[in-house]
DNA sequence: AGAGTAATGCTTAAACTGAGCATAAAGCAA
DNA sequence: TTGCTTTATGCTCAGTTTAAGCATTACTCT
């Protein structure tokens, strides 16, 4: 444990999030520059040890350089360091000889796509092309979700041993709901963990060929950025419930439609229409601006707009999704 | 940004934490071969890099190592990485020339004092020590709550500008929920980060000295562990609301009172009797062992056990504290 | 036996949730 | 203009959950 600390690096790697046309998205910067394979990779960096005086002002003014993105809200996510789940040509160019090892701090930032202006390498991707299994918004169950399931299952099956099928059937419960209908849409890594240790997903791709993924067409990333991805989704969901983060994804005037539909892009799932509505100003989350928005096809949308004095008023403003408890 | 990472350790802290006779606890390293002062300080150690597979095996096994402690649940909590932030002799005997910086990645554990051997330099201490003010179980509002209060108050008016007085206010009144009587028991990090800010408590104390404390006599920490516990306090009393870890703080069986006990010295605040059983037996937590403890004072008390099936059953399986809207 | 002390059981009003029906205000076509 | 379609918005209702407190039970001690 006191080793010396020779060989440790420190990254910081960023999921930066938007929703737009009701698609959640993040930030990649696919460049085949950065690993063998085309996989998207978040942006990542090396930490400059004296740079900055904490490592969030570090990740903002990075992420400012590389993208010219401003960032909203911003939150540490988690610190990985697991030696086995990482690509090397990521990293550096030349593998070292001594076999280097990264921790990579991760952390989540909000941002507004439209406001972005979208530097060089930077591309914005719908993040259910990595985690299609999350979006529940379709048809009940979506094919993917189902495929997804499905496999879980027979994994669940497979060893001989009982008590290790005990094991994972409680995993896969607690992760999936397999027999009752439960589908908690905060559990986005415990699903993705699980999805990678049954071998459903592959995550490391050396060779840059086969990605086996159990039929349902994922896509990979670099290195564990699908990790963090999924990380990031469900913190975002979990937070949304209790604390007024979506604003940040949204323009400064909308209508309560829009604002239910971006909360759904997160999500993943349908909301009731009414109670999302009663839920919004009873909460005391939005005033109304006067303006409205005719283009609606129906009944034209009043707009609206974030009330700021929410935070003083209630101790854990959010949305609250359905069946909470 | 992308320095050669020259100078960076990677530390790994642990606030390793119990409950015992309705005091929660923390293992503390008071020795002072630690550091100048006889502060208390968390476990620390600088990170081996190829010593262990993952980040909280090396936490594992190294606490096993330091402190003869079975680990229960176990969480990563934060990765503190400010600059400003640390006491140098913790570190280093002699503070590197070239500024060493250190970043900690800190953990939550839990355990049960009784249960350990206690090894050489471990301390137990009670938490409250450190952090008065969450403390509030006794008189409506505590001493020291009330200290802290006052100071915050004082705190907010005191800026010449406007604006920042309003940013300071919205702040306290996030964090400490100034005019209503709204306290949040979880967000023990904000009230800490603001006392911090506000110079009434001291974090890095290099003379080992003066400890502005604003009159409530609250012991600080070596380097920035006082803001580790506070972390650690805030996710916990958050985290025992959806997931059972309360148990991890119990003997194998207990009645329902000192469940309830156990709850509120960790929440810190009183709970109604009646209404805590009735959740607690709602929620499917525990079963009947079947024995009792007639050392109540009164009619003798049924014994329970966790009981860990709700984990197949429910999804969010917690003891919920009052007030959570 | 009677008083004291805690555990345990039960009631009630208020608040909240999930679901759906009903109405309002637009555009569009006959 | 009227009537149809579409979406926004208003409102009701039954089932749950919560906060608070009263009532009863089962022990010990005197």
Redesign the interface.
Known sequence: ??????????G?SAAILAVTDEQPRVVTVGRSEWGRSDKAALPF???????????EL?LR??VQ?LAELVLGYTE?L??F????RVDRPLLTAAPSED???V?S?AYLALTREAESEGGDGVDWRDIYRFLPWEDGRGEQPSRSRQLALDAIGRWCRKPRARAERERRE?RA??AF?LDRE?W?SEKVLERYELLFEAGLVAESDPDGSSWPDGGFSSRPMAADHRRILATALGRLRAKIKYRPVIFELMPEQFTLFELQRTVEALAGLRLHKQNFRRLIDRGGLVELTGGVNAQTGGRPAKLYAFRRDV??ER??PGVGLPGQ?
């Open positions: 444990m006191t080793g010396d600390g020779v060989g440790l690096r420190v910081l960096g090396i930490l400059d040890a004296f740079a900055h005086r904490t490592l570090g003014s990075w350089e540490q988690y610190t360091g697991d030696r086995d076999e280097e090892r921790i701090v409680e419960q607690f709901g439960v908690d935070l003083r101790r854990a408890r």
